[in-house]
């Protein structure tokens, strides 16, 4: 079951170069496990913009938001989830 | 070279439903043909909405706007589109 | 799992009030038919406007789009789509 | 008499980590008590964010600012209430 | 209890200045009968619109819902209602 | 001639609970001054958030703008004022 | 007591091009009647747009709603008035 | 004396595809007669939409707007201009 | 040449009561001296809003960004200009 | 393949006016680079705004994203970007 999300990052002015460099690290690897188990089916930058569109494949809602909720820059995130269903012209 | 587009359906009050259906049919048709040769890499409905999220793989921009512009139901849809970037978490 | 839905009616200009009679009655109809088999779960007027808040229990996003489209006035309505999860301090 | 309640948390920056914990815990204390004695009649996350819809059924418009007003997070939120009336297709 | 409407008008191009004579008297026959009963405690004109705010003093969402879908003109309206509490600054 | 006012109050983190709640007190006390000598016609609290609804009844842009200016929490409303004129419905 | 109107022209589609200009024809001589008495203080058009900026120099809500309701193409207008102070750094 | 115009297209439904036709021939001869003299700086096609961003160069607001409401879909277009100045680090 | 700007002012928290008063007094100086020499054709309060709209007559858009940018609070204030242009049925 | 992008600079409160500084010699330098080269077209001034209107001529979308986050002032700038296609009516 496929979900886009858009996610924009603000990072709080008092947060330091160092505290953003390791989250940026930890959510790389956080990342890089849910596209690997498959269920992070796609990221991709919005150009000139510190925000991605993502597709996730999840079995539940709850397992969506435990996935989103559970990113190291969560807190920092501004998310909008769009539920997707199949679309009749798909040929996949 | 991808994009995202949010595309949507809103077709005018006179239109006969024999009409749209003729348009649907040669959407169908011209939205397949762009899938099996690449440049059309996904399409998603959103749920509740005639509307779809599409993903496009082309060359440049005017070959995106050529391809988007050649859509029958073109003349009524209503298109956002957001340029993407490989984005440092990717694994592809 | 379950989806909040913002549903608002417009109908067209050119519609006769038989014909919007017609559709009501059909809408109650299959409203009142997914309600008692559990799948819709509750609906609410939006005080002084035609637009209505509901709740839908369904196994994935693709039966929900299904479920929406099938209102009869599904062409007359902008409809928005929320995912809900659990609440971690809901006591159901 | 019901409302709905669209509640969005944000934590100003200066908030410790202690102080968040410690108003999660009242939070959840109050909203259980609340919805114990019926009058907070379900409460779900919104998928992505640090937001919920809240349903509350209450005898009087003072009633329900006096209970939002109690939220233990209430000046960390920003809450937008819909009255809600009975649909005409509600078989409830 | 009270709530506060913002009514705005938008008649459609195709009803004929007849057509809104009649409604307009029709309208202010239902307009004045509610204020006498005290349910319709005051209306003004947006100065430049045709849009009015209006205070309603009614015992529920429902009676609310009742009076405004009961408005002549209601076909034609777009309302947004804001439930209204005591203020503690209020001497009244 | 009457006025109505959306003024919503945002305190800014840096003020102590001390300093809100001298300001509300020195808020009161402007207030049920100028609802004494009628100036100030109505005040409602907008149910779950921290703003209200005024409605002021003056002789002129510039005596509203003095009385609202004058606000001890005016630093920290923001404000958004409506000119309204007798409705032609009106029973009053 | 001056108020800035922005006022927007949008004729319906079943105007004939002959109603169009007796409309401008009256508009104009009843906005040049109000300039020459000096309560309409200023027009201006918006650059691009069938809209302009209008300033008025009335002696109450009432009238000025009484002007603005007066003008022939009032129907086809969306007006939007923002009441004007005196700024304490004007020198007039 | 630079001016970005983003100009968008929206024919009404009764226009004919002939009519639609002329207006395109029309329109096209106006717009390169203009960018022949050198007032018309720039036009680009925004990817997706039938609208354009345009640069113009011109004396003054007075003849920005002779040309803009010359422009034969004038009436059908939505217009929004911004003034432009000299960027202190262009090298133009 | 005529331009229409609208002025909101948003000091930041960290600015001391002193910094304020000192910057208002300079612009005060500022705002008269462009009023005597005639670019600045005029200033109003937006009523119940640290805001205003103000009047530019200036030769260009370079000449009208250096005025607006050479403002003692330019750095706290969020500025929108729209070009005007002198009306057919003005009789200035 | 063009590009246009719209930029926007907010420096947080805590930025010193030297770092300010600095950051817009290093912005100059990054700037004139770029259109030295070829790739960054055209860039103006927003009247009024601490912002601009930026022209980009790049092979791809990662190439612009490349050149937009290497802005020595991208942290501080939020920006939109438009892709562009040939207008059918340029004659460039």
Redesign the interface.
Known sequence: ?????RMEVQF???LSAEEVTRLQGL??EY??GL??DGRFA????????YA??SLFDVA???E???I??GFPMYPYMK??????????????
Do not use: C
Request: charged content about 20%; cysteine-free; glycine content about 4%.
């Open positions: 079951m496929l979900f886009l999300a709080p002015a008092h959510e790389k990342s890089q596209q690997r796609g990221i991709w930058r919005v150009v000139g913009e991605n569109y539940s809602n709850d969506l938001h435990e989103l909720s998310i909008k989830v769009t539920p997707l269903a199949k679309h009749p012209n798909s040929i996949k």
